[in-house]
């Protein structure tokens, strides 16, 4: 007969020795954390979350943007200052608590040993700390898929309708926190009926994990109609990124798993002439440990225990890699493969717990050595701090009572930073779906004079708001495009051309504009 055998208690060394790598966990994501500045993706998150409730779910129903980040996010946000590190002081925590849940998860399934080689090696992994120092929802993605492995671990072993319940919130909150949750979700119940095919008594554990699952489907009906409507929006959403799908196929999977190495530059790789030397190494380490640790699965408390972490990182990984084949690209190699990595990196640990305690010493020292380069990178460089320096420019340059409108997908980060530097300058979007939209515009909403007239009306209402209030100017910030020429030209036959000038951030200008009838400012 199978039976589970259950790990032991926590020793007083094994819980100072989780301590000290808490400690480690949390220098390596505090570190200069408010140092760089936000870019669009973090401010629109920030923006977003300073909303009151009662507007925030209606506007991401409308943004088809999964919800549970924002409202965790509500927390940190100030809305007295741009305060980078608060922001993302959300995601450290997160990240901290999920190098405790990796310990557990892993010390269930594997062993002690096990638990804290994983716990040590998501400390220091480079691809998790630099999710762990971004204000965006990739460390939450990660701790509920881990902590619904721990729920349904757990079930398995003690099935009841509490575990049961436990598990289906788990499974929820995946689902709740982005888009591609449903992948992971999967992941983790493939990894459920994993155990359950090696139990000898089934019937209990599998109607706590039914109950499980009938709870994340019934709670995500309410939120399904609006992940369906966004469905067709997706492939446009993702155009920027379809020739580089196309030429690096098939090899997506394998450069995840290269990506979720020690030696990878965090967070997106998509070319493998852009990866670091120290992938190589770190990959092929990865690997042997990988293997030496499913040959001796044999040792593992939990019957199926390695089958059922291979489905929880294969099963994702191959769901996302599908949809991109036949629907969507959307397999960005180190962004959406992110929430994998706890997975990988208990099948890494599992291998290393086999080795004698030197050997095992020395290959940690190895992982810590690969690492070092891409951590250096991404705790010395600032590369995010264009974004903050526009709106420091902006804010010596615009008046109170002048108008800016945005041609160009950064309305978030301006929107975020100007509301405490410059709060009276009124912020436009053109076109004006962008407001709602501010990432990627379909232009196919407006065929033929929609255009035109949407131009039309922009640059009528930034010139009837610079009368009421006084103002003299619109700044136009745009992006090389050749719909915005559209907006330039309602604006060059209604008011005086100004500067324009270069902002040297992906192709950005800003032009100015000056009323007719008006005077230039400062």
């Known amino acids: 007969m199978v039976k589970i055998r259950l790990s032991t208690p926590s020793s007083t060394s094994e819980r100072l020795a989780i301590a000290a790598i808490l400690v480690l966990a949390a220098i390596l994501r505090l570190t200069a954390l408010g140092r760089d500045g936000l870019w669009t993706d973090e401010c629109h998150g920030a923006v977003r979350a300073s909303l009151p409730l009662s507007r925030l779910i209606p506007q991401l129903a409308a943004e088809h943007q999964a919800p549970l980040y924002y409202v965790v996010q509500k927390l940190f946000v100030s809305t007295a200052d741009p305060s980078e590190w608060r922001t993302r002081l959300s995601s450290v925590l997160l990240g901290l608590l999920t190098v405790v849940v990796i310990w557990l998860v892993a010390r269930m399934i594997v062993s002690v040993r096990a638990g804290l080689i994983s716990a040590f090696l998501l400390a220091i992994s480079p691809l998790h700390v630099h999710y762990c120092r971004e204000a965006r929802n990739y460390a939450l993605l990660t701790l509920v898929t881990l902590v619904a492995m721990w729920a349904v671990v757990r079930l398995i072993r003690r099935p009841t309708v509490g575990a049961g319940l436990l598990a289906g919130v788990a499974l929820l909150a ?210 995010r701090s264009q974004e903050r320096n526009i709106a420091r420019y902006l804010t010596s340059s615009l008046g109170d009572s002048d108008i800016l409108v945005m041609a160009c997908p950064y309305r978030s980060s301006q929107e975020y930073y100007l509301r405490f530097w410059k709060p009276r300058v009124e912020i436009r979007s053109f076109p004006t779906i962008r407001g709602l939209h501010p990432f990627w515009i ?81």
């Open 174 to 383: 995946i689902l709740y926190t982005h888009d591609i949750g449903a992948v992971y979700a999967a992941g983790v119940l493939v990894a459920g009926l994993s155990l359950l095919v090696c139990l000898p008594q089934k019937r209990a554990a599998l109607g706590a994990l039914a109950l499980a699952f009938g709870i994340a489907v019934l709670g995500y009906l309410p939120w399904l109609s609006a992940v369906l409507s966004r469905s067709s929006a997706i492939s446009l959403e993702y155009d920027w990124f379809l020739p580089i799908w196309q030429r690096e196929l098939p090899w997506q999977i394998g450069r995840s798993l290269a990506a979720l190495s020690h030696g990878s530059m965090p967070p997106i790789r998509n070319h493998v002439r852009e990866l670091y030397w120290t992938v190589w190494p770190a990959l092929g380490l990865s690997a042997l440990l990988l293997g030496l640790g499913l040959w001796r699965r044999e040792k593992w408390p939990l019957p199926g225990g390695a089958i059922a972490l291979g489905g929880a990182l294969f099963t994702p990984l191959f769901g996302i890699f599908v949809y991109s084949l036949l629907i969507s690209p959307v397999y960005i190699v180190g962004r959406v493969d992110s929430a994998a990595l706890p997975f990988f990196l208990i099948l890494i640990a599992a291998g290393v717990a086999t080795l004698s305690s030197r050997i095992a010493v020395g290959t940690l020292i190895a992982f810590v050595g690969l690492a070092l380069l891409p951590l250096q990178v991404d705790l010395t460089l600032d590369t």
């Open 442 to 522: 379909d232009w196919n909403e407006y065929p033929g004079a929609a255009l035109d007239l949407d131009a039309r009306n922009v640059a009528q209402g930034a010139d009837d708001a610079l009368r009421r209030h006084g103002g003299e100017r619109v700044w136009v910030m745009l992006e090389t495009d050749p719909h915005n020429e559209v907006l330039l030209r309602e604006f060059r036959s209604t008011m005086a051309s100004g500067p324009r000038v270069g902002l040297q951030y992906m192709g950005l200008e800003l032009a100015c504009f000056l009323r007719l009838d008006g005077h230039a400012g400062k």
